[in-house]
């Protein structure tokens, strides 16, 4: 069983960076990671996903350019690097983990309960 806990959310302005942190509590270097986020009154969305090594990373449209995924498997830990905030960027973010071959941001096995980043313009 993985537990994974989103930290580094708050009010923030819009510009300028913020680096997101999600813990896990078992071992995750053989799991994909990523992250989502769901706005208010919208459906949950892909943000980020990067595989086992950290070699290869894929980003949704809207944010590409603008955030970094990056992981340290020794600290069992993955960050997303949020640059250029907007606030349409606002949103509770969660990161989420899984197991298998398919790099993609489907079905993933683990979720954490999310941290809220709210950005003001």
């Known amino acids: 069983q993985v537990q994974l806990v989103e930290s580094g959310g708050g009010l923030v302005q819009a510009g300028g960076s913020l680096r997101l942190t999600c813990a896990a509590s078992?071992?995750?270097?053989?799991?994909?990671m990523g992250w989502f986020r769901q706005a208010p009154g919208k459906e949950r969305e892909f943000v980020a996903l990067?595989?086992?090594?950290?070699?290869?990373?894929d980003y949704a449209d809207s944010v590409k350019g603008r955030f970094t995924i990056s992981r340290d498997n020794a600290k069992n830990t993955v960050y997303l690097e949020m640059l250029s905030r907007k606030p349409e960027d606002t949103a509770v973010y969660h990161c989420?983990?899984?197991?298998?071959?398919?790099?993609?941001?489907?079905?993933?096995?683990?979720w954490g309960k999310g941290t809220l980043v709210t950005v003001s313009s």
């Open positions: 989420a983990a899984k197991y298998g071959s398919s790099f993609n941001s489907d079905g993933m096995d683990y």
């Open positions: 078992g071992r995750t270097f053989n799991m994909y």
């Open positions: 990067i595989n086992r090594g950290g070699g290869s990373t």
